[in-house]
């Protein structure tokens, strides 16, 4: 072999590990040009104040999308987490004594207890979508579609129009204190974000949504319980949107009705922008915390900068456009190579 | 006793200039401290309709606080002037409120109130319904520009007043120095853009008066605390905050305290309770009360004047009615709060 043919077979293999590796590079090349272009564009954005600033803005969603990173690697959607999150947050708030100026006939039960009938609501509703998409068999972007007005529909119902400001010390002390200096919000973020990491990559379980993402068929000729594993992934998503609901009321002082209506997309976003595909059977954890930062810094940054406001949505819109793009163009390359391979 | 004279001066007043249900209305528009039974007596004795009446209302969406204070009062009111109030939410959705009003055409009604969602989305409908003799009284936003529809008459408060009236009350009391961030509304909203208006105004008359910032939040608490971080760590001093409602305030004011800087003068509008509890104890300094109750209650009044005093626009009630409410300070917070809790304001 000459020097020449080894450089080439050196260039071509690590064009293809490059290439491999798109899918994890691109979303973290995005987020280390928009860290750049923020810290150039304002002096405020680059500092430790803000660092912590951005972790507490991306904690709820965070959160959210852990659990819709299972639905997702599944290769199903779950539209119904953030009005999941809203009504397991409007039900924690109902359970708890408020002040008396609001406006609302709930019923007040000890800390404990509202948060169990909160965690039992999301569970409940979790339930429903998997029950809907696996046994009856409708189209999970549709069963959720369905559960989103659900969930609209029952924080309507708590609290007709009211807002309500007080949940269980437990919940506060989870979405709304420091410790250390440091949001509480985030830690809970980030126990979320390692529990999800480890059951996804060191569990059998965690093998078996690769699985039934990456072929359906395969994982079920293979023993896999596909419609168990769905189930339990929308489940997991129901609780994980619920509890974000629960911190996220405590965190921003309110329970009130279309609170994280905006998080959907968010969520659904920083799944996969980061780069887990939307197919299916690929990505992870990793790739969510990349997605949650390119939103956070995004969002956070567009804050910072004097901006048309018009502007800012636009903006928005276009990048996470572009890493679409990026993610359904790789998707693409490995197909072709899998073909090419056979 | 000095009450019940109080009320006896008042009808004979009323009757005195001539106006029967109008009369009424005009009293409780004034809200004037008159208590539901009083209010009842005076319907009677002036525009209560013997028969029952049926109203159809609809306003911008119940999910919103503002909107379902309409409601009850619109339904207070309703019970002590005869009339049955059936409601056509509009859910906070332009598309959606169109889709009730269609259905609210098709009905029969003695009269029917509406606040818009979206300006011009529901012209049709309600030009079908005035077309068929019904009033159409307009609530707080135009349905469509009062040269282009025929409404009985449109019951609004002034936002550029109401945004102007808060910031005056902050900048006094900075003594006209400082600096200050107007958190917005969506920017398409013409409540928002009156109240940016106002703002702008006494700004704009403060030469001392620094403005650090005014991007819109969109009446999102989530985005306002997500704004209301930046700031904090943006602008090492911040003297007041004016903010398009009290929701948003509410949300930043939380940020500001996890952060020790509630030394910021807030300003909100609207007044709702929570806001009134927060003037009060003072985490907020002021807001503007924007009168939901008079402005639902008032279109109830206007409804039954039309229906059973013959009322006529332009004649006994103008086209425009302008229905602002007061800056809330500590000074008078438990009054405005009584004052909404029998829907007077």
């Given amino acids: 072999m000459t020097f020449q043919q080894t450089s080439t077979a050196r260039a071509s293999k690590s064009s293809l590990f490059l290439r491999s590796q798109m899918r994890n590079i691109a979303p973290f090349a995005t987020l280390i040009l928009l860290l750049i272009f923020f810290s150039i564009a304002s002096p405020s954005f680059a500092t430790i104040d803000n660092a912590s600033n951005i972790l507490t803005q991306i904690s709820v969603t965070g959160i959210m999308a852990v659990g819709l990173t299972f639905v997702i690697l599944c290769g199903e959607i779950d539209l119904s987490v953030a009005s999941i999150a809203n009504a397991t947050g409007i039900v924690v708030a109902y359970f708890t004594l408020q002040e008396s100026y609001v406006n609302i006939a709930n019923i007040p039960v000890a800390g404990w207890l509202a948060v169990a009938l909160a965690l039992a609501a999301c569970t409940g509703l979790g339930l429903v979508n998997a029950f809907g998409t696996t046994v009856i068999g409708i189209p999970s972007f549709i069963m959720t579609l369905a559960m989103m007005q659900i969930g609209a529909g029952i924080s309507a119902l708590l609290v007709r129009g009211q807002i309500a400001y007080n949940v269980p010390d437990i919940v506060s002390t989870l979405g709304a204190s420091n410790v250390g200096g440091f949001p509480t919000i985030a830690l809970v973020l980030l126990a979320f974000l390692l529990v999800g990491h480890v059951t996804l990559t060191y569990t059998r379980f965690g093998r078996y949504i690769y699985m039934v993402g990456g072929n359906r068929e395969a994982a079920e000729y293979s023993g896999v319980n596909v419609k168990l594993i769905l189930g339990a992934a929308l489940v997991i998503c129901a609780v994980c949107s619920g509890i974000a609901g629960m911190v996220g009321v405590a965190h921003f002082g309110s329970a009130q009705q279309n609170e994280f209506d905006g998080y959907l997309l968010d969520a659904i976003a920083a799944v996969v922008v980061g780069g887990t595909s939307l197919f299916g059977g690929r990505g992870g954890i990793g790739n969510t915390i990349v997605g949650l930062c390119v939103l956070g810094v995004l969002n956070n940054g567009l804050d910072h900068i004097q901006i048309d406001s018009f502007l800012k949505i636009l903006i928005r819109g276009l990048i996470l456009l572009a890493a679409l793009i990026v993610n359904v163009y790789v998707q693409n390359i490995r197909s072709v190579e899998r073909a090419e391979g056979a | ?345």
């Fill in chain 2, 1 to 345: 006793m000095s009450e019940d004279k109080h009320s006896k001066s008042r009808r004979d007043f009323i009757r005195t200039a001539g106006v029967t249900a109008a009369g009424s209305a005009a009293a409780m528009l004034g809200g004037l401290g008159i208590s539901p039974a009083m209010a009842q007596e005076m319907a009677a004795a002036t525009g209560r309709s013997e028969k029952p009446l049926k109203a159809a209302f609809s306003n911008a969406g119940l999910q919103a606080t503002w909107c379902a204070q309409g409601k009850q009062a619109a339904e207070h009111w309703g019970k002590l002037f005869n009339v049955e109030v059936t409601w056509f939410d509009g859910q906070l959705d332009a598309v959606k409120q169109r889709a009730a009003i269609d259905n609210m055409a098709s009905q029969k009604w003695d009269f029917v109130a509406i606040q818009a969602f979206g300006i011009g989305t529901l012209i049709q409908p309600v030009q079908k319904m005035i077309d068929a003799g019904i009033p159409v009284i307009d609530m707080d936003t135009l349905i469509a520009p009062l040269d282009k529809i025929n409404v009985h008459t449109f019951l609004a408060p002034n936002n550029e007043f109401m945004g102007a009236a808060v910031t005056q009350a902050l900048v006094q009391k900075l003594g006209g120095k400082g600096k200050i961030i107007m958190t917005q509304g969506a920017l398409g909203h013409t409540g928002a853009q009156g109240r940016a208006k106002g703002f702008q105004s006494v700004i704009a008359a403060n030469p001392g008066m620094e403005v650090l910032d005014d991007q819109p939040a969109d009446w999102d608490v989530t985005k306002a605390s997500r704004l209301w971080d930046t700031y904090l760590t943006k602008y090492p001093q911040i003297d007041a905050a004016f903010f398009h409602n009290d929701d948003m305030a509410l949300a930043a004011y939380n940020v500001m305290k996890s952060r020790g800087r509630t030394d910021i003068l807030i300003g909100g509008v609207d007044a709702m309770p929570p806001a009134i509890a927060a003037v009060a104890d003072g985490r907020m300094y002021a807001t503007v009360r924007n009168p939901s109750s008079r402005i639902h209650g008032g279109a109830i009044v206007a409804g039954v004047a039309a229906v059973t005093g013959g009322e006529k626009t332009g004649e006994g009630i103008p086209k425009n009615v302008v229905t602002d409410g007061p800056v809330v300070t500590k000074d008078n917070a438990a009054g405005m709060q009584w004052m909404q809790n029998h829907f007077l304001i």
